[in-house]
């Protein structure tokens, strides 16, 4: 029989979830894959003094650390990296609560951004020292699964010097549109965060705000770009096989 040679990343749809709770539980996995990194640490050295000092130890069962992708959708939110402005807000928060807009300072890089009912959240929980420990390859990994999922519908999906995320007609002044944002964070090669693909989101709450802190340019969607309403669960589903391909990768739960 023959068996993948891919590393596998436990998959869970998270359905409509509040951002206090999903941040909370990346925070919980990173934590507990940090743990895991430490104890290897902890034990290779302890291993390394005892052959220095010309005894053998028995390396037993090693542990190991695992990966994670996250999908979700959030109720209306704003969330600020921590090299953004608050200034890229543009209402006060007795606005934003009449509105029932919630706001977060979140420990991701990047500006502000919003997530809110069917803009597809994707947050991977990686070890990337089982990939590559290099932070712009893995924002040019995570922009390449949206790319390629753009493609898909017969979009072109591209990337904007200097600007983290996925555009549309990226070299062409006034044109130049937003469809999916993206923020991470990393502690010991672990990630956490990600990505925002807007799919049928609904617009109007980015003209509150100044996108990723980006002036004059749109924020758009895949319904509007397409004409139509898509099918969430289609999306998902290409995402996640687009997500399998860049990474060489099997997502394994649901």
Known sequence: METSNKQAVLFRDLGNMEY?????????LLKENVAVKTAIRNRQAAMAAVTSEGGVE???????????????EHPPVYTLGKSGDIANVLISEEERAAKGISFYYTNRGGDITFHGKEQLVGYPILDLDKFYTDLGRYLRSLEEVIILTMADYGLKGERSPGETGVWLDASIPG?????????????RWITMHGF???????LTYF??????????????????????????????????????????VELTGS
């Not at 044109?175 to 502690?187: L, N, Q």
């Not at 925002?196 to 609904?202: E, H, K, R, V």
């Not at 996108?211 to 589903?237: A, F, H, W, Y």
Request: proline residues 2%; glycine residues 4%.
């Open 207 to 248: 003209d509150y705000i100044i996108p990723c802190g980006i002036q004059n340019k749109q924020v758009t969607s895949l319904e509007k770009e397409l004409g139509r309403k898509l099918d969430m669960k289609e999306v998902k589903e290409k995402v996640k096989q687009n997500f399998e391909k860049v990474f060489n």
């Open 58 to 72: 028995n390396e037993g069962i090693m542990p190991s650390t695992n990966h994670y992708l996250l999908f979700v």
């Open 175 to 187: 044109k130049e549109r937003k469809i999916c944002a993206m923020g991470i964070r990393c502690s």
């Open 196 to 202: 925002a693909f807007n799919i049928n989101t609904d």
């Open 20 to 28: 206090q709770h999903a941040w909370d539980l990346q925070e919980t």
